[in-house]
């Protein structure tokens, strides 16, 4: 969590130096908002169940894609928060035994998060840092092993394979800065706390803690 506590204080010190009057992110306002959004897991992969090599564990790369959200003010302070995003994609790779033989499949990632969060400073300040604490539920959709995993796990054979869907928790921390009255500007970063298991068609499974690290760049619109 250290990448966040540094990201805090960052939002925090920009904020303290640049209030200006703009218009209020007060009770009853919504937010919409877009733009490129990146999921980068931190993975601490379990070893794969026999029968396979001995320490055969995983990794998983960064995904990036179109995200934003809705946001609704129910005080002056205090918002509720649904992201948005088009399912991230994610290249599963070889790691421990089997490092280096590099991809062995894909797995898609469509997170739903509700997010309540806490806005400093008063309505109308046009710099607004905000933390906020959600509930996620993590839903896997087509993974997919593909010959290099077929060739470990079962030569000769078609192996597939079957990631659980989860619920975990989500803390996040955010700025926005008012463009004018309508238009606004929006960073954030987040921490999704997850482990999940993968279960391959050939009996095997692999646990393995995610915990993806998501950020976002935003334009945004408010009503």
Known sequence: MTMMT???GLILLTGLGAMHSAQAQ???TWMLRGGPM???PQVDSGAMTAPSLPDTR????SATTLGGGISYMWTDHISFDVPLAVPFKHHIKG???IKGVGEIGTVEVVPATLFTQYRFFEANARWRPYVGLGITYVNFINETGNGTLTAITDPGGSTTMRVSDKFAIT?????TWSIDDHWFAEAMAGQTLLKVTAKLSTGQKID???NPIIAGLYIGYRF
């Open 171 to 175: 803390p996040q921390v955010g700025v």
């Open 38 to 40: 990146i999921i980068a």
């Open 6 to 8: 540094k990201t805090l």
């Open 26 to 28: 007060s009770a009853g």
């Open 95 to 97: 790691d421990g035994a």
């Open 208 to 210: 393995a803690t995610l």
């Open 58 to 61: 995983i990794q998983v790369n």
